[in-house]
């Protein structure tokens, strides 16, 4: 079974500074997607960044990056030039992936972290 | 761009009543995932569906039953509602065909209900 591990549980940053945030996960798929989910107080999930187990490129979103580490089953998100509107729980969460359609134990539900809260301060 | 949509937005319930979630996917997706998040907590996976068959279930109780429709919309039934049920409920929608494609699921606002 999958395992996504957030061992911040909460962090706090200056307006206008870069912050990272941790995620590792346990899994024996060799392919499998990654994304970092934002949930502001609204509690709207919104999507942040994912990225595919196959590529070796680190996504990036605009001021949102990641370290993926595969070998090391790391997958951290920097958030440069911290907004007052990036203060949210941050999930990380997995996937698998499959060739195949959606079917009977071919699920792709999402694996959470239990998330960490960051407050970005002016 | 079109969103999924949630309705209620937010619903107060008596114990031992039920409930009706409704959720309308992203026009052309055809896969919906229901969760369930307790106050604090991360999401908890329901119950998923593709074409409308269900493709997996996860930590849903007996009293619970979903389905989707020709639409692809779908709706999650509670029924004997318990002051446990009292969470945020979220349904997201993705392609479930499979291939090289990520199927990024896109999250609705939530339905956030209330046991009393």
């Known amino acids: 079974a999958q395992t996504v591990t957030q061992s911040q549980p909460e962090m706090s940053v200056q307006e206008a500074e870069t912050v990272t945030l941790s995620c590792t996960y346990d899994?024996?798929?060799?392919?499998?997607?990654l994304f970092w989910y934002k949930q502001p107080p609204s509690r709207q999930m919104i999507l942040v960044i994912r990225?595919?187990?196959?590529k070796q490129q680190n996504a990036t979103e605009n001021r949102f990056s990641v370290n993926f580490q595969k070998a090391a089953k790391s997958f951290s998100l920097k958030i440069s030039d911290s907004q007052l509107g990036d203060t949210a729980m941050y999930f990380c969460?997995?996937?698998?992936?499959?060739?195949?359609?959606?079917?009977?134990?071919?699920?792709?539900?999402?694996?959470w972290g239990l998330g960490t809260s960051l407050a970005v301060n002016p | 761009a079109a969103g999924v949509i949630q309705s209620p937005r937010h619903l107060i319930k008596e114990k031992r009543e039920t409930a009706t979630l409704k959720c309308y996917p992203i026009?052309?997706?055809?896969?919906v995932y229901w969760y369930q998040q307790g106050p604090g907590q991360d999401p908890q996976f329901l119950i998923s569906?593709?074409?409308?068959?269900?493709?997996d279930k996860g930590s849903i109780p007996d009293r619970f039953s979903a389905q989707q429709f020709s639409d692809y919309h779908s709706e999650l039934n509670m029924s004997s509602l318990e002051l446990g049920d009292s969470a945020l409920y979220f349904c997201?929608?993705?392609?479930?065909?499979?291939?090289?494609?990520?199927?990024?699921?896109?999250f609705g606002p939530g339905t956030r209900l209330l046991v009393l």
């Open positions: 997201a929608s993705s392609l479930g065909g499979g291939g090289t494609r990520v199927e990024t699921q896109y």
């Open positions: 026009p052309r997706h055809d896969t």
């Open positions: 569906f593709y074409e409308k068959m269900q493709s």
């Open positions: 899994t024996s798929e060799s392919n499998y997607y």
């Open positions: 990225q595919e187990a196959y």
């Open positions: 969460a997995f996937m698998k992936f499959s060739s195949r359609p959606v079917r009977t134990g071919n699920n792709r539900k999402l694996i």
